[in-house]
Protein backbone atom coordinates (compact mmCIF):
# COMPACT_ATOMS: atom_id res chain seq x y z
CA UNK A 1 0.00 0.00 0.00
CA UNK A 2 3.31 2.21 0.25
CA UNK A 3 2.68 5.49 -1.84
CA UNK A 4 -1.15 4.93 -2.84
CA UNK A 5 -3.72 7.44 -1.33
CA UNK A 6 -6.03 6.84 1.02
CA UNK A 7 -9.16 6.23 -0.72
CA UNK A 8 -7.82 3.94 -3.36
CA UNK A 9 -6.99 1.57 -0.42
CA UNK A 10 -10.09 -0.34 -0.74
CA UNK A 11 -9.95 -0.90 -4.76
CA UNK A 12 -5.75 -1.81 -4.27
CA UNK A 13 -6.83 -4.80 -1.63
CA UNK A 14 -9.35 -5.80 -3.68
CA UNK A 15 -6.84 -5.71 -6.53
CA UNK A 16 -4.19 -7.40 -4.34
CA UNK A 17 -6.37 -10.14 -3.90
CA UNK A 18 -7.19 -10.87 -7.45
CA UNK A 19 -3.58 -10.83 -7.85
CA UNK A 20 -3.32 -13.65 -5.30
CA UNK A 21 -6.09 -15.49 -6.37
CA UNK A 22 -4.30 -15.58 -10.03
CA UNK A 23 -1.07 -16.60 -8.68
CA UNK A 24 -2.54 -19.10 -6.88
CA UNK A 25 -4.36 -20.80 -9.12
CA UNK A 26 -1.77 -20.84 -11.72
CA UNK A 27 0.98 -22.64 -9.15
CA UNK A 28 -1.52 -25.03 -8.22
CA UNK A 29 -3.32 -25.55 -11.57
CA UNK A 30 -6.52 -24.94 -10.24
CA UNK A 31 -9.37 -23.09 -12.48
CA UNK A 32 -10.51 -20.65 -10.92
CA UNK A 33 -12.11 -18.34 -13.95
CA UNK A 34 -15.12 -17.62 -12.30
CA UNK A 35 -14.31 -16.57 -9.18
CA UNK A 36 -11.70 -14.43 -10.49
CA UNK A 37 -14.23 -13.17 -13.20
CA UNK A 38 -16.75 -12.11 -10.25
CA UNK A 39 -14.24 -10.36 -8.28
CA UNK A 40 -12.85 -8.18 -11.56
CA UNK A 41 -16.42 -6.85 -12.17
CA UNK A 42 -16.21 -6.18 -8.33
CA UNK A 43 -13.63 -4.49 -8.80
CA UNK A 44 -14.30 -2.42 -11.75
CA UNK A 45 -17.56 -1.42 -10.06
CA UNK A 46 -15.74 -0.06 -7.14
CA UNK A 47 -13.31 1.88 -9.56
CA UNK A 48 -15.73 3.48 -11.14
CA UNK A 49 -17.56 4.62 -7.93
CA UNK A 50 -14.41 5.55 -6.68
CA UNK A 51 -13.22 7.24 -9.87
CA UNK A 52 -16.92 8.80 -11.17
CA UNK A 53 -16.86 11.07 -8.08
CA UNK A 54 -13.36 12.55 -7.06
CA UNK A 55 -13.59 15.83 -5.13
CA UNK A 56 -11.09 18.44 -6.59
CA UNK A 57 -8.77 17.81 -3.15
CA UNK A 58 -8.68 13.93 -3.94
CA UNK A 59 -7.90 15.19 -7.56
CA UNK A 60 -5.44 17.16 -6.16
CA UNK A 61 -3.92 14.27 -4.75
CA UNK A 62 -4.14 12.41 -7.62
CA UNK A 63 -1.94 15.43 -9.73
CA UNK A 64 0.81 14.50 -6.96
CA UNK A 65 0.61 11.15 -6.92
CA UNK A 66 4.33 9.90 -6.42
CA UNK A 67 3.92 6.92 -9.21
CA UNK A 68 2.08 9.53 -11.59
CA UNK A 69 4.74 9.88 -14.51
CA UNK A 70 7.07 13.55 -14.92
CA UNK A 71 8.67 15.15 -17.81
CA UNK A 72 11.12 12.81 -18.57
CA UNK A 73 9.15 9.61 -18.41
CA UNK A 74 6.72 10.39 -21.01
CA UNK A 75 9.63 11.72 -23.20
CA UNK A 76 10.54 8.24 -23.28
CA UNK A 77 7.28 6.64 -23.29
CA UNK A 78 6.42 9.17 -26.69
CA UNK A 79 9.58 7.65 -28.13
CA UNK A 80 10.96 11.49 -28.13
CA UNK A 81 14.97 11.54 -29.28
CA UNK A 82 15.81 13.72 -26.98
CA UNK A 83 19.17 15.75 -25.91
CA UNK A 84 19.30 17.71 -22.92
CA UNK A 85 20.95 20.88 -22.60
CA UNK A 86 22.27 22.73 -19.39
CA UNK A 87 22.69 25.98 -17.87
CA UNK A 88 21.13 29.54 -18.51
CA UNK A 89 24.22 31.40 -19.11
CA UNK A 90 24.53 33.78 -16.55
CA UNK A 91 24.16 31.57 -13.02
CA UNK A 92 23.91 27.88 -12.92
CA UNK A 93 21.84 24.97 -14.07
CA UNK A 94 18.73 24.53 -12.43
CA UNK A 95 17.76 20.56 -12.34
CA UNK A 96 13.85 21.22 -11.54
CA UNK A 97 13.46 22.05 -15.06
CA UNK A 98 14.76 19.91 -17.75
CA UNK A 99 15.15 21.39 -21.24
CA UNK A 100 16.64 20.98 -24.55
CA UNK A 101 16.20 19.63 -28.68
CA UNK A 102 14.14 16.50 -29.82
CA UNK A 103 12.29 15.19 -32.75
CA UNK A 104 8.44 14.78 -32.30
CA UNK A 105 6.52 13.18 -34.91
CA UNK A 106 9.28 13.61 -37.56
CA UNK A 107 9.88 17.21 -36.62
CA UNK A 108 12.38 18.98 -34.59
CA UNK A 109 11.40 20.48 -31.64
CA UNK A 110 12.67 22.21 -28.34
CA UNK A 111 11.21 20.66 -25.22
CA UNK A 112 10.82 22.42 -21.82
CA UNK A 113 9.60 21.05 -18.35
CA UNK A 114 9.34 21.06 -14.75
CA UNK A 115 10.84 17.64 -13.84
CA UNK A 116 10.21 16.00 -10.04
CA UNK A 117 12.18 13.23 -8.65
CA UNK A 118 11.40 10.21 -7.32
CA UNK A 119 13.18 9.47 -3.76
CA UNK A 120 15.04 11.97 -1.76
CA UNK A 121 18.05 12.13 -3.27
CA UNK A 122 16.20 12.94 -6.43
CA UNK A 123 14.26 15.17 -5.19
CA UNK A 124 16.97 17.20 -3.75
CA UNK A 125 18.65 17.23 -7.03
CA UNK A 126 15.12 18.28 -8.84
CA UNK A 127 14.42 20.64 -6.06
CA UNK A 128 11.11 19.21 -5.62
CA UNK A 129 9.78 20.76 -9.19
CA UNK A 130 10.08 23.80 -8.08
CA UNK A 131 12.15 26.21 -10.27
CA UNK A 132 14.63 29.09 -9.44
CA UNK A 133 15.37 31.86 -11.42
CA UNK A 134 18.14 29.90 -13.50
CA UNK A 135 15.74 27.62 -14.22
CA UNK A 136 13.35 29.89 -15.88
CA UNK A 137 16.56 31.95 -17.85
CA UNK A 138 17.33 28.02 -19.04
CA UNK A 139 14.12 27.94 -20.22
CA UNK A 140 13.61 31.06 -22.29
CA UNK A 141 17.55 30.99 -24.08
CA UNK A 142 16.43 27.49 -25.22
CA UNK A 143 12.83 29.19 -26.43
CA UNK A 144 14.82 31.60 -27.94
CA UNK A 145 16.77 29.33 -29.25
CA UNK A 146 13.76 27.45 -30.90
CA UNK A 147 12.37 30.96 -32.22
CA UNK A 148 15.94 31.87 -34.27
CA UNK A 149 15.61 28.20 -36.39
CA UNK A 150 11.69 27.95 -36.27
CA UNK A 151 11.22 24.85 -34.06
CA UNK A 152 7.73 24.33 -32.23
CA UNK A 153 8.32 24.72 -28.48
CA UNK A 154 6.59 22.01 -25.95
CA UNK A 155 6.05 22.66 -22.66
CA UNK A 156 5.23 19.85 -20.07
CA UNK A 157 3.87 21.67 -16.54
CA UNK A 158 4.54 19.90 -13.33
CA UNK A 159 5.26 22.11 -10.24
CA UNK A 160 3.58 23.43 -6.95
CA UNK A 161 5.05 26.65 -7.57
CA UNK A 162 8.61 28.46 -7.77
CA UNK A 163 10.70 28.29 -5.00
CA UNK A 164 10.20 30.91 -2.41
CA UNK A 165 13.97 30.79 -0.95
CA UNK A 166 15.65 33.67 -0.46
CA UNK A 167 18.61 32.79 -2.92
CA UNK A 168 15.98 32.59 -5.37
CA UNK A 169 14.54 36.41 -4.73
CA UNK A 170 17.90 37.48 -4.46
CA UNK A 171 18.29 36.63 -7.93
CA UNK A 172 15.10 37.57 -9.36
CA UNK A 173 12.54 35.26 -9.56
CA UNK A 174 9.99 37.84 -10.25
CA UNK A 175 11.71 38.98 -13.15
CA UNK A 176 12.51 35.91 -14.65
CA UNK A 177 9.12 34.65 -14.66
CA UNK A 178 7.80 37.72 -15.84
CA UNK A 179 10.11 37.72 -18.69
CA UNK A 180 9.63 34.40 -19.24
CA UNK A 181 5.32 35.52 -19.77
CA UNK A 182 6.61 38.59 -21.70
CA UNK A 183 8.46 36.79 -24.18
CA UNK A 184 6.37 33.81 -24.50
CA UNK A 185 3.47 35.91 -25.31
CA UNK A 186 5.24 37.32 -28.64
CA UNK A 187 7.54 33.84 -29.97
CA UNK A 188 6.94 33.26 -33.55
CA UNK A 189 6.58 29.72 -33.32
CA UNK A 190 3.86 26.99 -31.96
CA UNK A 191 3.62 26.94 -28.19
CA UNK A 192 1.91 23.59 -26.94
CA UNK A 193 1.64 23.57 -23.40
CA UNK A 194 1.10 20.32 -21.10
CA UNK A 195 0.10 20.43 -17.36
CA UNK A 196 0.80 16.73 -16.24
CA UNK A 197 0.50 17.35 -12.61
CA UNK A 198 0.46 20.28 -11.02
CA UNK A 199 0.56 23.84 -12.52
CA UNK A 200 0.79 25.82 -9.72
CA UNK A 201 1.04 29.80 -9.49
CA UNK A 202 3.25 31.66 -11.23
CA UNK A 203 6.04 28.56 -11.36
CA UNK A 204 3.41 27.36 -13.97
CA UNK A 205 3.00 30.38 -16.02
CA UNK A 206 7.16 30.76 -16.00
CA UNK A 207 6.86 27.95 -19.10
CA UNK A 208 2.85 27.97 -19.53
CA UNK A 209 2.13 30.62 -22.08
CA UNK A 210 0.81 28.85 -24.92
CA UNK A 211 -1.18 28.55 -28.49
CA UNK A 212 -2.42 25.56 -26.76
CA UNK A 213 -2.62 24.84 -23.13
CA UNK A 214 -3.92 21.38 -22.60
CA UNK A 215 -4.56 19.02 -19.40
CA UNK A 216 -4.41 16.00 -18.26
CA UNK A 217 -7.92 14.80 -16.60
CA UNK A 218 -6.78 14.28 -13.14
CA UNK A 219 -4.27 17.45 -12.91
CA UNK A 220 -4.79 20.52 -11.68
CA UNK A 221 -4.25 23.90 -12.17
CA UNK A 222 -4.18 27.31 -10.06
CA UNK A 223 -3.03 30.74 -8.72
CA UNK A 224 -1.74 29.15 -5.71
CA UNK A 225 -2.18 25.72 -3.93
CA UNK A 226 -5.08 24.65 -1.40
CA UNK A 227 -2.68 24.38 1.55
CA UNK A 228 -1.60 28.04 0.30
CA UNK A 229 -4.69 29.30 0.11
CA UNK A 230 -6.12 28.02 3.00
CA UNK A 231 -3.56 29.36 5.47
CA UNK A 232 -4.49 32.64 3.66
CA UNK A 233 -7.71 32.81 4.00
CA UNK A 234 -8.49 30.49 6.91
CA UNK A 235 -5.42 30.78 8.87
CA UNK A 236 -5.28 27.27 8.42
CA UNK A 237 -3.92 24.76 5.94
CA UNK A 238 -5.71 21.82 6.99
CA UNK A 239 -8.43 23.08 5.51
CA UNK A 240 -6.77 22.54 2.09
CA UNK A 241 -9.41 20.23 0.91
CA UNK A 242 -12.63 23.38 1.05
CA UNK A 243 -10.28 25.81 -0.03
CA UNK A 244 -9.89 23.11 -3.08
CA UNK A 245 -13.74 23.22 -4.04
CA UNK A 246 -13.66 26.88 -3.45
CA UNK A 247 -10.69 27.46 -6.21
CA UNK A 248 -12.08 25.67 -9.05
CA UNK A 249 -8.88 24.15 -10.34
CA UNK A 250 -9.66 21.03 -12.13
CA UNK A 251 -9.52 20.30 -15.74
CA UNK A 252 -13.15 20.46 -16.28
CA UNK A 253 -13.39 23.55 -13.72
CA UNK A 254 -10.73 25.42 -16.59
CA UNK A 255 -12.19 23.93 -19.27
CA UNK A 256 -15.45 25.85 -18.63
CA UNK A 257 -14.02 28.79 -17.73
CA UNK A 258 -11.91 29.02 -21.09
CA UNK A 259 -9.09 28.58 -19.53
CA UNK A 260 -7.07 25.47 -21.09
CA UNK A 261 -7.60 24.40 -24.62
CA UNK A 262 -8.21 20.41 -23.98
CA UNK A 263 -8.81 17.87 -21.43
CA UNK A 264 -6.45 14.87 -22.21
CA UNK A 265 -8.35 11.61 -20.78
CA UNK A 266 -6.19 9.22 -18.36
CA UNK A 267 -7.34 5.45 -17.74
CA UNK A 268 -9.36 5.00 -14.36
CA UNK A 269 -7.28 5.79 -11.73
CA UNK A 270 -5.12 8.32 -13.17
CA UNK A 271 -2.17 8.21 -15.46
CA UNK A 272 -0.19 6.22 -12.51
CA UNK A 273 -2.25 3.09 -13.60
CA UNK A 274 -1.61 3.29 -17.07
CA UNK A 275 1.48 5.33 -17.94
CA UNK A 276 1.87 3.75 -21.68
CA UNK A 277 -1.71 4.63 -22.28
CA UNK A 278 -1.66 8.15 -21.07
CA UNK A 279 1.64 9.27 -22.63
CA UNK A 280 -0.27 8.04 -26.40
CA UNK A 281 -3.00 9.84 -25.68
CA UNK A 282 -0.81 12.47 -24.60
CA UNK A 283 1.93 12.45 -27.49
CA UNK A 284 -1.63 12.35 -30.04
CA UNK A 285 -2.67 15.55 -28.75
CA UNK A 286 0.62 17.01 -29.27
CA UNK A 287 0.66 15.75 -32.74
CA UNK A 288 -2.83 16.93 -33.42
CA UNK A 289 -2.45 20.55 -32.20
CA UNK A 290 0.91 21.33 -33.70
CA UNK A 291 -0.28 19.92 -37.02
CA UNK A 292 -3.26 22.76 -36.58
CA UNK A 293 -0.78 25.61 -35.40
CA UNK A 294 2.01 24.71 -37.85
CA UNK A 295 -0.50 25.47 -40.77
CA UNK A 296 -0.66 29.71 -39.17
CA UNK A 297 1.89 32.39 -39.85
CA UNK A 298 3.99 33.68 -37.14
CA UNK A 299 1.83 36.86 -36.92
CA UNK A 300 -0.86 34.75 -36.73
CA UNK A 301 0.57 32.65 -33.87
CA UNK A 302 1.40 35.89 -32.57
CA UNK A 303 -1.87 37.83 -32.40
CA UNK A 304 -3.80 34.56 -31.70
CA UNK A 305 -2.10 33.71 -28.52
CA UNK A 306 -2.47 37.58 -27.44
CA UNK A 307 -5.99 37.10 -27.64
CA UNK A 308 -6.82 34.06 -26.22
CA UNK A 309 -4.94 35.22 -23.02
CA UNK A 310 -6.50 38.36 -23.02
CA UNK A 311 -9.56 37.45 -23.48
CA UNK A 312 -9.76 35.27 -20.46
CA UNK A 313 -11.98 36.53 -17.44
CA UNK A 314 -14.62 39.16 -16.97
CA UNK A 315 -14.26 42.48 -15.98
CA UNK A 316 -16.71 45.40 -15.45
CA UNK A 317 -15.91 49.19 -16.17
CA UNK A 318 -17.15 51.32 -13.60
Known amino acids: MAGWLEFEKPLLELESRIDELRSFADGQNIDVAKELSRLEIKAEDLRRQIYGKLTRWQITQIARHPRRPYTYDYLRMM ?13 GDDGAIIGGLGFFGGRKVVIIGHQKGRDTKENILRNFGSAHPEGYRKALRLMRMAAKFGRPIISFVDTPGAWPGIGAEER ?20 VVVIIGEGGSGGALGIGVGDRVLMLEYSVYSVITPEGCASILFRDAARASEAAEAMKITARDLQELGVISEIIPEPGGGAHRDPERTARHVGEAIERHLRELEELSPAELVSGRLERFMSMGEYKEG
Open 79 to 91: GVDFTELHGDRRF
Open 172 to 191: GQAEAIARNLLEMSRLPVPI
